[in-house]
């Protein structure tokens, strides 16, 4: 006996929907693609990339990567911000540690360079860049933001903290905005996180700690897209 169409029509559906929710949330999200470019010293930077379909020159982000700065740190990192990064169309650069060497470890010193490459390489407005670090990518933030402080308009951390060379050149960043995003389970990285931002305040810095709830080191997966480009709005120099 043959089946109603009708039966048959809604079995199909049923499946298709049944695959659809069986896929991971990646496969329905915005991925970087990846690419490279040759930076001083011989050397090359893998990056990852986000292109809008027309660039701002206030919304150009540099993000360092948490952990070994690696592919698969770089494309965790990014996740929870991709698809609203994409919508709000930023321009985001992701550089991986060349030859495995943190960002600040001595790759630092590449990321004039690096940038120098990426404007010229994708045609990029006039402007400075947001700066944004995560974990290990925050501690490296404050190394390149104190190094290079004219590249950039804000540094966001989630979390991070300036190392001890780093420290003696805060007078660097000026009136630079600094933000660090901490979770209230990261007691550490929080006492450290909010003892800088003392220290930049008194410099005359607007720095300051956002803790949040129930969090722990990986602040980054808590943070929504929308909270940080709401920093980048409301927390930066404008040129």
Known sequence: MQKPLFSTLWFGIGISLWWLLALPHEAFSTAMSFESVKVARGKKIDYGILIPPKLDPDKMVLVLPPGAQTKPMAEMGMA??????TQQNYFVVVPLAPEGVLFFRGSEKLIPSFLKRVRKKHQLPKG??????????????????????????????????AKRADLARLDSLGQMPVTIFVGAKDTKWMAKANDLVIKLRKKGSKAEVKVVGSTGHRVFQAVAGEQLTAVFRERSLSY
Do not use: K
Request: aromatic residues 12%.
């Open 80 to 85: 929870a911000w991709l698809d609203h990064l």
């Open 128 to 161: 400075r860049f947001h700066l944004v670090g995560l974990s290990n990518g925050g501690i490296s933030a404050f190394r390149v933001a104190t190094l290079t402080p004219d590249l950039f308009r804000s540094l966001v951390a989630l979390p991070g903290f």
